[in-house]
């Protein structure tokens, strides 16, 4: 079983920044990727980003160029660094990571950004 837990969410002014993190606890050995997907209200959830234990990444293209994920491998913990946030930013940001086993990926509880003036 593997727990993840997000911090780092809250009330932000357009334009401004917010730094995510997240810890997995647990049987984290299989993991061999992690990453961010988001919901918007009354939206599907979408991948933001992810990063492979070998450090490849990937990203949305709303969010190329502003945001970027990194992890501490030895800590277990992935982060989103995200810069000149809009209200389109606005979601429950959610945490993920890829298993061997399960197949399914596993989710942390969310954590609300909000972006407004």
């Known amino acids: 079983q593997v727990r993840l837990v997000e911090s780092g969410g809250g009330l932000v002014q357009p334009g401004g920044s917010l730094r995510l993190s997240c810890v997995a606890s647990?049987?984290?050995?299989?993991?061999?990727?992690m990453g961010w997907s988001r919901q918007p209200p009354g939206n599907q959830r979408d991948l933001v980003a992810r990063i492979t234990n070998g450090g490849d990444t990937q990203y949305a293209d709303s969010v190329r160029g502003r945001f970027t994920i990194s992890r501490d491998n030895a800590e277990n913990t992935v982060y989103l660094q995200m810069n000149e946030l809009t209200p389109e930013d606005t979601a429950v940001y959610y945490c993920?990571?890829?298993?061997?086993?399960?197949?399914?990926?596993?989710w942390g509880q969310g954590t609300q950004v909000t972006v407004s003036s």
């Open positions: 993920t990571a890829d298993r061997v086993w399960p197949p399914s990926p596993a």
């Open positions: 647990g049987d984290t050995n299989g993991i061999y990727a």
